[in-house]
């Protein structure tokens, strides 16, 4: 079982659609999650933290269940520009374990 | 300033031919890490360090050299290449190990033929 799994998708989506991503991870010990976006033949780039209480940032939210060991993304009124992919990252001790990620692509 | 350098952004190289791929930072983070990116499986931790002469493995270290002689450099050299480290290699930075936000390099795009 791989330490951080995520549906590879593509979610392909009309703009103006609300969509979520999930993630789960094995490691019961971590304490710091994150989503990081990475889009076509670039380097990631941090998205949003993601907090026990759940956060938002303008259009999109973030949730952690930590019990269930799950995190979750969902992109509200999705816009051309959120095509990308979204990758779940975890920490292990003093290192950084990133799932795979999740291809989203909008369509007008 | 400048963020997280890498160089080269392209190279082909043959198997067995060894190279060292330059990652540099003017953040003043302590941590960086090497990851290796292939379709499927996501990025890989090659190596890690935690502050200058500090080094350690991450998930798939073999075939790959690192030292950190100084706080800005996280050279990581090729000793002698093989088919299977044809990848896209990204540098990061952070300000601690793992709990702080993670700088990416643009990238070095490697093939060994």
């Known amino acids: 079982r791989k330490e951080v799994e995520q549906d590879p998708g593509p979610f392909n989506v009309p703009e103006g659609a609300t969509v979520a991503f999930n993630c789960t991870y094995s490691?019961?010990?971590?304490?710091?999650f994150f989503w990081y976006r990475q889009d076509c033949r670039k380097e990631p780039k941090l998205l949003m933290s993601?907090?026990?209480s759940g956060n938002e940032d303008g259009r999109f939210t973030a949730q952690l269940n930590r019990a269930s060991q799950y995190i979750s993304l969902l992109i509200r009124d999705s816009k051309l520009s959120d095509s990308a992919t979204y990758l779940c990252?975890?920490?292990?001790?003093?290192?950084?374990?990133f799932g795979t990620g999740t291809r989203l692509q909008v369509f007008p | 300033n400048a963020g997280v350098t890498q160089t080269p952004k392209f190279q082909v190289l043959k198997t067995g031919q060894s190279m060292t791929l330059q990652c540099a930072q003017d953040?003043?983070?302590?941590?960086m890490s090497w990851y290796r990116q292939d379709p499927g499986m996501g990025l890989r931790l090659i190596h890690y360090?935690?502050?200058?002469?500090?080094?350690d493995q991450g998930e798939v270290p073999n075939g790959y050299n690192v030292s950190r002689s100084t706080t800005e450099d996280f050279p990581l050299r090729l000793l002698s290449a093989a088919p299977s480290q044809t990848s896209v290699y990204f540098c990061?930075?952070?300000?601690?190990?793992?709990?702080?936000?993670?700088?990416f390099g643009p990238g070095t795009r490697l093939t060994v033929l």
């Open positions: 990252v975890v920490n292990k001790a003093d290192k950084l374990i």
């Open positions: 990061a930075s952070s300000y601690s190990a793992s709990g702080n936000e993670q700088f």
């Open positions: 360090s935690v502050g200058a002469g500090i080094t």
């Open positions: 953040m003043n983070h302590e941590y």
């Open positions: 490691n019961s010990a971590s304490q710091s």
């Open positions: 993601v907090y026990s």
